[in-house]
């Protein structure tokens, strides 16, 4: 069965960076975008980005544009999501999350997405 797997998640300080990594298993990785969201407590889901199928096209949630980026290497079945200039209000649990439909991308929408990780703790400290 599908199964995504995040790693990377910590704590730092403001300003500073952090990778998160998600590989994935138990389909063709290199059919699907993928995309990462985020939850803060007390909040909706986010969206924070996507890539497609083939890597290279990437989108971004204004919130984080300029300052994060996303990538996929189909070889490794992994997307990654590289976080600079972290804020506080970056705190959040971050998901990594398939595409429900094949050689689509560009979805803003949680429910667009079919299969999640178990997320990674992100917090940025003041």
Known sequence: QVQL???GGGLVQTGAS????CVASGYTFSLYS????RQAPGKEREY???VNWKGSHADY???VKGRFFISRDNAKNTVYLQMTKLKPEDTAVYYCARDRALV???SHASGEYSNWGQGAQVTVDS
């Open 18 to 21: 952090l990778n998160l990594s």
């Open 5 to 7: 797997v995040e790693s």
């Open 104 to 106: 689509r991308w560009g």
């Open 48 to 50: 924070v980005a996507s």
């Open 34 to 37: 993928m995309a990462w969201f």
């Open 61 to 63: 949630g204004d919130s």
